[in-house]
């Protein structure tokens, strides 16, 4: 089969295209034909060795944290899945490998693809989804009636998160671009902050919860909206891991100490104010997946794809639009 590969981190590395042999199944996975791929952020963090101290892999390595498919071959101890079967995942972290053209993936770790959605829409839904889903539940443990914020959630996360965050009985507030005020408003969100118009900082306060996908820059003025009187969480996708995670990670005690020490800045920015500050790195999940996937077939959610056709050969092109273009949706691969 034909797969992207890499054979070191390197700072511009680059997916070679090789042929490798199907992988074979044990028997509690499945083997997935792969039709859709998605490209995402964290392909480059991973090819560039940014995140190998929380996730390091062997080389060489096939890239790609999401995929769609059909399933084509089920493990003997699987029950829950059958040939042909329709199904989207976030592969698990120790085993990826989603640019390829089959996959072998523990059926605990896939979904069955949500009936509105086709193979390249339905890409786009495992990871965010699966970020948002496991954000709001086990980081923020948020609750009926309480608030989140969302900083820069007109994108592709805040489209999945606004409504799982309204499924739980949140007021969701979202800043974001003016082009997708509607959309977003639309998907349930109590409040939407045009960030050219308005400051966020100067209208919003004492919110239970923000969720922060913009980075470091943004922190000082997130933790300044947030209720100070303790309870108050910070969840950042951008902004590093700290102690907490490495311990909730159950990482060894030197790794421990060196996420002390990086997100020692911003774990102190948030102690003064009485708030906590997490970072997540989702997980697979295939529980969690079928519960996204009813909110989206519920709500009708379609998430946007980016219109540009890419095939396994131009991985390196879809690679470069994630890291440096601005594409209009999810990058797919089509198989």
């Known amino acids: 089969m034909k797969a992207a590969q890499i054979i070191k981190y390197s700072k511009d590395f680059e997916a070679k295209i090789v042929d490798v042999p199907i992988p074979e199944i044990n028997d509690d996975e499945v083997l997935v034909q792969v039709k859709a791929a998605a490209v995402n952020p964290l392909e480059k963090l991973i090819g560039t060795g940014a995140v190998k101290l929380i996730q390091n892999y ?145 209208v919003l306060h004492d919110v239970d919860y923000v969720i922060d996908t913009l980075g470091a820059s943004e922190i000082a003025h997130e933790l300044s909206i947030i209720k100070s009187d303790g309870g108050g969480r910070l969840l950042s996708l951008q902004a590093g891991p700290n102690r907490r995670f490495a311990i909730a990670n159950d990482f060894p005690l030197w790794k421990q100490k060196l996420f002390s020490i990086s997100g020692m800045k911003v774990d102190s920015q948030a102690a003064k104010r009485n708030i906590e500050y997490h970072f997540i790195f989702v997980r697979s999940d295939g529980k969690q997946l079928q519960e996204v996937t009813k909110i989206i077939e519920d709500n009708n959610i379609v998430p946007f794809v980016d219109p540009t056709h890419f095939m396994l050969d131009d991985i390196n092109e879809a690679l470069s639009l994630v890291a440096h273009g601005h594409p209009k949706g999810k990058v797919v691969i089509r198989f």
């Open 58 to 202: 062997s080389m060489p390595l096939i890239l790609g944290n999401e995929m769609s498919g059909i399933v084509v071959k089920v493990g003997k101890n699987v029950t829950q899945y059958q040939i042909n079967d329709a199904v989207y995942s976030r592969l698990p972290l120790t085993k990826i490998g989603a640019f390829a053209e089959y996959v072998a993936v523990e059926a605990d770790a896939i979904g069955l693809l949500a009936a509105n959605l086709d193979f390249a829409s339905g890409v786009a839904v495992p990871l965010t989804g699966l970020t948002a889903f496991q954000g709001l539940h086990e980081e923020l443990e948020a609750k009926a009636g309480e608030s989140v914020f969302i900083s820069g959630g007109s994108g592709s996360f805040g489209q999945l998160a606004v409504p799982i965050a309204k499924s739980m009985g949140l007021k969701v507030i979202v800043s974001g671009n003016s082009e997708s005020q509607e959309h977003i408003l639309a998907l349930g969100a109590d409040q939407y902050i045009d960030y050219k118009r308005e400051n966020y900082w100067e």
